[in-house]
Structures are given as C-alpha cells and as structure tokens.
C-alpha cells in the first residue's frame, strides 16, 4: 500500500517535468530579438547564406511544434541543445558550472544550520529571555533583508574597509589549483594543496554567509516554534521526572523530534536558495549557475537559458518529492 | 463540532468586525510600529514631489559622489550624499518609494483576486476544472519564483505593468491553494449542509457562508506576500529588469552603487535600508494581522 502511494507520487513527477519543459520553451520564444542576429552580431558582416546555414544548424527554420518536439526528445536524453553563443553543448557548460553552485549551496546551508538549530534550541528553551528576543529579532531582521543588499553591504564592511575577505571570485588568479573534481575545496584536499585551500575559503566565506542568511532565518524561527512544541509534550515531562539533567532532555529526547519540521522546511526553502543564487552569485562574481543564467538571459542566448532553468526546475522537484516521501515515512497516515 | 468551538469568542466582551480587529491590532506594538513606518513611506510616496528637497532625475556632474552633509569633511549638503550621476540620493529614495509600494500593492491585489476566485471554484466544485488548475499550480510551484519572473521580465522587456505581470503570474497559486484547502474544508461543515437544507442556492452559501469565513486568512497571506513581492521586485530591477532605468527604484539604485562601492559606500547603503525598512513594516504588520485574525497559520 505504502509502496504504491510511493510508486504515484515519484511517477506524478513525469508529467511536472514534462509540463516544465514546454513552459520554459514557451517563454524563451516569447523573448524579443532573433538570436541569429545576435550570435552574428559579434561578427559583423555576413552573408545571407551564412545567416541561412546558422539558422538550419539552430534548427530555427523548422515549425515551432518540431522545435519543441525535438527539444523534448533531446532534452529526455540528456542533450539540451548547444548554446548560440558559444557553439557548445549546454549540458556541458552546465556541468562545468555546476560544482561552484553546489559547494556555495552547500556550504550556505552548512552555515544557517550551525548558526540557526543552537539558536532556535536555545530560544525555545530560554523562551521571552533577552537571548529569544534579540535572536528572534534578528531572524525578522534576516527575512526582511534582500541578499544583493546584504551582499554588497557585506562588501563594503569586510572586503573593502577590513580587508579580511577577497571581495569576489572563487580563486585567486595567483593561486594554482589542479582540477580534479571541480569542486575548489575538494581538489585542494585531494591534491594537498594547502594555500588553495585556504584563499578557497576566504574566497568561500562571505557568500555562503550571505546566502545562508535567509535561510538561517527561517530555520531559527522554526526550529523555536517546534522546540517550543515539543516541550510541552508529556514525553518530556516523563523524561524530566525520572530526573534527568534539563540538558539531556533537551539534546537527547526534544532536539530529535523538533528536528523532523527542521529537515522538511530546509527542503522546501532549497527553491529560496537557488533563486538566492543567481543573485548572490551575481553580485560576488562567482562563476556557478546563477550567473551563467544571469549572463544567458541578457545574451539571449536560448539553448542556456533553457538548460539551466529545467535543471533548476528539476532541483526543486525533486527536492520536494524528497521532503513528501520523508513524511510518508515518518508520518504514515499521510500516504493515505 | 470540537473545531467551531475554537471559532467562538474567549470574550464575550471582544468587539467583531474591522472595528474590533483594528482595536486589537492597536494594542499589538510591533505591528503598530510597522503601521507607523509604513504610513510613513505611504505619505513620502504620495508627497514626493512636496518633500524632495531636489530633482530626482536631475544630474549634476560638478557635484558627483557627494558624502552625505553629516560625514566630516562632506560639501554639497547633500543629505544622504549623490550618486555617480550627482543626482540627490534622499530625492531619489523618497521617489523611489513609489514603485515598490505600487509594485507590491498591484502584485498583491492580482495575486489575491483571481487566486481567491480559482481558489474558491476549485475547492468548491471540485471535478475536472479542479483538476486541471491543481494541475496547473503544481507545475508554476517547480519554478523558484524569482528564476521564473526573470525568464518572464527577460521576455517582455521593462515596464511597470511587465513587472507586476511577471509576479502575478505565478504569485496566485499560493492563494490558490490556500483559498482551495480553505474552501474544501468549509464546504464540509455542517452549517453548509444547514444552509443548503433551507434551500441557499450554491451563489449564496459561496458569497454569504464560506468566503466571508475565508477573508481573514486571505488577508493576512497578502500582507505577508506582499513583503515578498517588494523583495522580488527590488531583486530583478537590481538585475537590470525592473522598470526603465530612468527611473528611480530602490534595486536599480543599489546596483548603481554597486559599481562606485570602493569609493562611495553611501550610494548603494541607504536604498537598500529603505527596502530593508519597508519590508519589515510590511512583515511586521502581517505577523501582527495573523496573530489578531487567524492564529491558525502561525504554524510555519
């Protein structure tokens, strides 16, 4: 029964994606200007043959329901075009670029979570204290807050005045690093490259701090109300009577269960974070998704624009499949 | 029945209606001090053209880069100091209030009205137009809400109305599905079938019984949406696809600055505290709203 609940809603993703793939084409077609013109534009003069052979390689002169037939056909192998502006295939300039994306998000929620469960935690349990106010205070204050904003006061203060942080990039131009995985932190571990490792960090902090400010918000906030909750339930009055230290009960038996909305909320607000990305990435010149996007979009340069927004798209689907079966699992009676 | 007797007053003394709501809204501080700041803006927005003390679209170049009057060492007093252009940045924000207020107000008004109409429909009828717009929500809710509006800002090109379109067009569905939730469970109660006994037609038990009882929650989610939608709109000017430029909007200003921040830090701090102001009185009074109407979503 469990099993066939489960089986539907994974199969239910299909026809999401599908649905997913034709709206994204639909508005990239909507997009003024012919790409054509603005591939050649770079190049100058040029003759109509040249314009011709351009437009049958983009498969431009074909119908716009082939067009979109053969994208989807692609895009369900794997294959999602090339791009207008650089003659390569998208899937792999999304690849390219995946890895700082990933290790910036990874590393933005590694830093809401450090900062935002002890918060919450300690809030729930010093409830209408200095500490809960001062912190619930400022997770107003952090969901309140535009991340370009942060970003660029973030900037200013720690780059530009203090000179702790570089004030963009992933890397140092000086600094060698050989690529093994992609991932900056990564490789430097593997090649035991210490000093990359290093200015890869510095290179890391503020941004991931920026990004993850959001979410930290948000997590402290929920990580309160359920702590607050869980509190009250008579588990915990058991635990207390049969006189355990308030710091065991809280860390062994309350923590664990406040933590299951925690998990469900960080799932749902991965949409927050790649939005949060593009901008983010956007303003500390980092050179993931987010900026390739950015960068696509004003180029107009389709095939990527296209690419990227269905592997968004399918991030945050799959993301919220994920947080649906978790509750299948924990909660059962939601799989009826 | 345990559920209605959740819905009747604690005090019989509690005064109903807008009235009642207001009284109780007064005695709530933090959303009073961010009726307060959002009063405030709401006159700058209207007055602008009386309290800017200079042209907000007006260069000055002998004047670029002014610090503000307060800084030791400033000239020009310029209150806040001038941008690259040496256009007065205290002019520019308090005009630049005017689109993040008529964005997010738009934003709101065309998210809330046909998502609380679909809404409505869906869970009430149900069947096979249900369906189809469950559907729909479920495929715009793949979409980050900021990824989609710039595909769709990128397509139609800057414009006011553009904008508003761009976070309406997926800013429904969360309406939607509230309204839809909302409509199903009432269409359940007891006081419905009550109605339907002494022969309502379904227009009345809709208009009379179930969307009054909806209004609240309706309400409250606008306020909260309508934080975000002035976020998001200041996000996608910051990436140049907000209204045309010319225009002074909080976003643009901030990514104007981006470009001087090594010498002028002024120029991109002050707009974005005025975004960050805004969106924590309008915050503030949505919290403040749900805990007086509906305590019910206080689950996040």
Known sequence: MRALVVLRRVLNTIPIMVGVAVVVFVVMRMLPGDPVDIVLGQTGAISQQDLDRLRRDFHLDRPVTEQLYRFLAGAARGDLGTSFARRRPVFAMLVEALPATVELAVAATAVALVVAVPVGVLSAVYQRSWLDRLAMGGAFLGISMP??????????????????????????????????????????????????????????????????????????????????????????????????????????????????????????????????????????????????????????????????????????????????LCYIYLDPRMAL | MATLAAWVPLRPTRRAGAWGTLARLARHPSAMLGALVLAAVAAGAVFAPALAPADPVASDLQSRLAAPSWLAGASGGHWLGTDGLGRDLWSRIIFGSRVSLLVGLAATLLSLLPGLALGLAAGFYRGRVDGALSRFAELLMAFPHLIFAIGVMAALGPGFWNLVMALAFKGWVEFFRVARGDAMAQSAREYVDAARAVGASSARIVGRHILPNMLHTSLVLGTLRMGHFIVLEASLSFLGLGLPPRLPAWGTMVAEGREVMLTAWWVSTFPGLAIVALVLAVNLVGEGLRDVLDPRLRAE
């Open chain 1, 147 to 324: 991340a370009f904003w942060l970003g660029i006061v973030a900037i200013i203060v720690f780059a530009v005045r203090l000179g702790w942080f570089p004030t963009s990039g992933r890397i140092g131009f000086e600094v060698f690093l050989q690529p093994v995985t992609g991932f900056v932190l990564l490789d430097s571990v593997l090649t035991r490259n210490w000093a990359a490792l290093w200015d890869g960090l510095r290179h890391l902090a503020l941004p991931a701090a920026v990004l993850g400010a959001g979410l930290m918000a948000v997590v402290a906030r929920v990580m309160r109300s359920s702590m607050i909750e869980v509190l009250r339930e008579q588990f915990v009055t058991t635990a207390r009577s049969k006189g355990l230290a308030g710091r065991v009960v809280v860390l062994r038996h309350a923590l664990r269960n406040a933590l299951i909305p925690t998990v469900t909320v960080v799932g749902l607000q991965l949409g927050v974070l790649l939005g949060g990305n593009m901008i983010v990435e956007t303003v500390f010149g980092w050179p993931g998704m987010g900026r390739l996007v950015v960068d696509a979009i004003f180029s107009r340069d389709y095939p990527v624009v296209q690419g990227a927004v269905m592997l968004y798209a399918a991030t945050f689907v799959l993301a919220n499949l994920l947080v649906d």
